[in-house]
């Protein structure tokens, strides 16, 4: 039997004996789409290449693509576990003709692959196809030429309701390429229930789409347009788990070897026997989305593709407690994904530590908001009357807390309740449809600059240069002139205008010709070619006019010194820091640059002035910066580095500086680091979890920030009346007498404290033999309610006490618990719900908790709230 790792080398090699080159999946992150959130597809990294936006040294390539379907259009995540085939992260396996071969072709490599021999030998009479209704070409080939029985061909129309909206009419979006498709099928045997494509059973399990041949022929407008392609080409997809399934002999993209091998090391983790149980492959599943797309620059966080990766997160951590989950566990999965994905999970090896890292922190904190999540579902439950859980308040649990419906629906089912789903799927369209309006993953492609041609880039040796025009846009639409005082993007047949790519801004300059001048404010890349963005100061440009193309020199020195900087910057992290460290993004003009990287905690200052010592070091050293051209293998043997979001050819660029740094890159440089002049760092801060931020700046803008700094201490050694010798004598001298005060400050609120405190004692309720005082003090700082807290702790023995106060229309909210009581009432949780009411937030211990709020008018019924859940909770002790 062939495993999962074979069968995927099999296909690759297979389309490589047919002159397709292997090329690398691409990111799980798109690079330069806007309109995907996940890369979900194998063509994704081709859509330029479809579109003629882009031109590749190859015509046929074979890919094995990693993607993602978890979010946005195309989302399979509620279905995951639940089916035998869906999954948020699979493996696309594809081949690609970029007008080269056509349908012939590519239906008669599809067959020799499956039913050869020397592949994959699957029996003929088991597989039939589909085709487009009108696609009578694909017709005759399967019939004529292949010799499938024609009752095994099976036309699809429009079945869904519009012109070209069938099964059988493939596109990525609203806009974009599209085309007529021809699906295989395998047939699993009458033993299983289902029928073939386009019948009432279809459905079903017997009858699986194993391949999806796409003959791209259109670009899809936005008014519904259908026009041609440059040249008819082929996109396929063929799902690596499915296609496993087929030749492992078994129903259920579940049971194939590398799923076999994840359940079984899931169930080992958690502590559970049951190896049938759904929640099992729940986590497997979603184990290989998290680990790749962490791996692939993407963290947990509150929107886009982050709020997307916690939820997957989420679900799995939840599914893992409903089998009985102690503790942490989904972490401890990324090995055991090593393991199984083989050479496909090459680069997960490389940022392990980060993954784990990442997944530890998140399952800890949602570990925190689900008891609060239990705590706010159990008050709710028992406000029902008529046995239903409204909608709106399942909704707030799943849209705040993270809780699938099913898990609601699971403690309502304790207590024979039921949820309001039609109300809750109400709330969830409302979501979508926000969503929709507020979503940035969409484009129209009727306004893309599209070019056959290229522009030759003469930046690396050239700062002015002689140039045709080849094509000038205005607001998205081709033109052949622009006069002064308009606005438009210029494409040259040559230019030393360097376009952005890899976190370097474009170059800005002008354009000049006799009584002519082009002010370019910004180079962008189009495809093969660069568009000059920008005015016409004076006179009139038409396509086909020579002009005098010059780039703002001092401005590209700038940039290319921080350009520099930034691959010595990288190589000290990771001597400083450790080779985890991986760049998450950048980005660099003429001020200064910015470097995110990936790295858990924060970065002493003892560290920071040895990684700019290390810089500086090597700027002195005055190395020459080397550039080498050469195959992306040889580059990646001699260790180079790439750069996050880049896109590299066949041949790149290899950048040396001295034995200290080598990277992959196509940005300008300096010739010698000595030229950088100084490195300065300016800032260093966290951007998201796990992810650091260095901010630097080099040159002259180095030297004014010291100059900036010297400034300051000065000013500060006026106003201490000192000199730099003794300042910071000077100041800790200070530094105690203000601390002498603060203390005798303190005991004036201790005093305060123990004075209030005797006053509401007097309010104390008496509970089950439990104290509870919840109370609204006034004219008490927020800092002494602590100490009051304390105090009343030790006069009431056991009990509860929630205090709030406001100043400067601002509330202070702060709950303790005595010890005897924090295992069934935590102040943590029940601060926070408090604070929700009146417009914060807040946390703590168990035994005490602090929040704040705005909500002034709110606090009245929030603290009468508050009271009756804790009283609730004490009589149930």
Not at 565 to 594: E, F, I, M, P
Not at 656 to 684: A, P, Q, W, Y
Not at 685 to 693: E, L, W
Request: proline share 2%; charged share 25%; net charge negative.
């Amino acid at each position: 039997m062939k495993s999962t790792t074979e069968i995927r080398q099999m296909f690759l090699d297979f389309f490589h004996s047919k002159g397709h080159e292997v090329v690398e999946s691409s990111s799980l992150v798109p690079h330069n789409d806007p309109t995907l959130l996940f890369t979900n597809a194998g063509m994704n990294q081709f859509k330029d290449v479809f579109l003629g936006m882009d031109k590749r040294a190859y015509s046929r390539a074979t890919t094995a693509q990693r993607c993602v379907r978890a979010g946005g259009k195309h989302n399979d995540l509620d279905n995951v576990g639940y089916t035998a085939r869906h999954h948020t992260f699979f493996e696309m396996l594809g081949n690609f003709s970029f007008g080269d071969y056509f349908k012939r072709d590519a239906i008669h490599f599809a067959w020799e692959l499956l039913t050869s021999e020397g592949w994959f030998n699957l029996p003929k009479d088991r597989l039939l196809v589909t085709v487009y209704a009108t696609d009578d070409e694909a017709f005759d080939i399967w019939a004529n030429e292949i010799g499938i029985p024609k009752e095994r061909i099976i036309r699809i129309g429009d079945n869904k309701g519009a012109p070209y909206a069938s099964d059988n009419f493939w596109q990525m979006g609203d806009t974009g390429p599209c085309g007529p498709c021809s699906e295989i099928f395998y047939d699993h045997g009458d033993h299983i229930w289902g029928g073939p494509p386009g019948s009432a059973e279809e459905d079903g399990d017997r009858f699986i789409e194993i391949w999806n041949i796409v003959f791209m022929q259109f670009n899809r407008l936005s008014d519904g347009t259908m026009e041609s392609l440059p040249k008819p080409s082929v996109d396929t997809g063929m799902g690596l788990e499915r296609i496993s399934a087929v030749l492992q002999h078994v129903n259920s993209n579940y049971d194939i070897d590398l799923f076999k091998k994840l359940i079984k090391d899931a169930a080992s983790v958690i502590g559970t026997t049951d190896l049938s149980n759904k929640s099992l492959r729940v986590i497997a599943d979603h184990i290989r989305s998290c680990a790749f797309l962490i791996a692939d620059g993407v963290l947990p966080s509150n929107e886009g593709r982050g709020y997307v990766l916690r939820r997957i997160i989420r679900r799995a951590v939840r599914h893992g407690h409903m089998l009985g989950a102690k503790d942490i566990f989904f972490y401890k999965l990324v090995q055991s994904l090593i393991d199984v994905m083989g050479d496909a999970g090459s680069h997960l090896v490389k940022q392990q530590k980060q993954v784990e890292d990442t997944l530890k922190l998140e399952e800890e904190q949602f570990l925190k908001t689900l008891e609060r999540g239990l705590l706010l579902l159990d008050q709710e439950l028992a406000q029902v009357s008529g046995k239903i859980l409204p909608g709106e308040v399942a909704f707030k649990l799943y849209d705040t807390y993270g809780f699938p419906l099913d898990l609601t629906a699971d403690v309502c089912r304790e207590k024979n309740i039921r949820i309001d789903e039609a109300k809750f799927n109400q709330c969830m369209e409302q979501q979508r449809q926000r969503s929709r309006e507020a979503d940035n993953f969409t484009v129209d492609y009727s306004n893309s600059i599209k070019l056959d041609s290229t522009t030759e880039f003469v930046g690396y040796q050239e700062t002015e240069v002689a140039a045709k025009v080849l094509a000038i846009f205005q607001n998205g639409k081709s033109t052949q002139s622009v006069q002064a005082g308009q606005d438009a993007i210029i494409v040259l047949d040559k230019t030393p205008f360097y376009g952005e790519s890899g976190g370097q801004v474009g170059d800005k300059g002008i354009f000049t010709a006799p009584d002519t001048i082009f002010t370019v404010q910004d180079t962008q890349k189009y495809g093969q070619s660069f568009g000059h963005i920008g005015s016409m100061t004076k006179g009139k440009l038409n396509v086909g006019d020579m002009i005098t193309a010059a780039i703002d020199t001092e401005l590209r020195d700038r940039v290319r010194r921080n350009h520099s900087a930034t691959h010595l910057l990288q190589a000290a992290l990771q001597r400083v820091l450790g080779n985890h460290v991986q760049q998450k993004g950048s980005l660099v003009n003429d001020s200064y640059l910015r470097f995110d990287f990936s790295h858990m905690s924060p970065i002493s200052l003892a560290q920071l002035q040895e990684i700019e010592n290390l810089v500086n070091q090597q700027v002195r050293r005055n190395s020459p910066v080397a550039v080498e051209l050469m195959p992306i293998e040889q580059a990646k043997n001699r260790g180079a580095m790439a750069l996050f979001g880049e896109k590299y050819d066949d041949i790149v660029r290899v950048l040396t500086m001295g034995n200290f740094s080598i990277e992959l890159c196509g940005g300008t440089h300096v010739d010698r680091t000595g030229d950088i002049g100084l490195f300065k760092i300016m800032s260093e801060s966290s951007i998201a979890s796990g992810v650091r931020r260095i901010e630097a700046t080099t040159g002259q803008s180095a030297i004014e920030l010291v100059h900036s700094d010297d400034i300051k201490l000065s000013d500060m050694m006026s106003l201490l009346k000192s000199d730099k010798h003794n300042l910071v004598a000077r100041l800790s001298q200070l530094i105690e007498q203000t601390k002498s005060l603060e203390k005798n400050i303190e005991q004036l609120k201790s005093q305060q404290a123990s004075q209030e405190s005797a006053q509401l004692v007097r309010q104390v309720e008496e509970i089950k033999q439990h104290k509870l005082l919840v109370a609204k003090v006034d004219g008490v700082e927020a800092k002494v309610l602590r100490e009051m807290i304390d105090d009343l702790k030790n006069q009431l023995k056991s009990g509860v006490i929630v205090l709030a106060t406001v100043n400067d229309d601002k509330i202070s909210l702060a709950i303790g618990v005595t010890k005897d009581l924090t295992e069934q009432i935590k102040a943590g949780v029940f601060v926070s719900l408090l604070a929700e009411k009146v417009g914060g937030k807040g946390g703590g211990r168990p035994d005490f908790a602090q929040a704040g709020g705005t909500d002034i008018a709110a606090l009245p019924n929030a603290l009468l709230e508050i009271k009756g859940a804790i009283v609730e909770k004490l009589n149930s002790m």
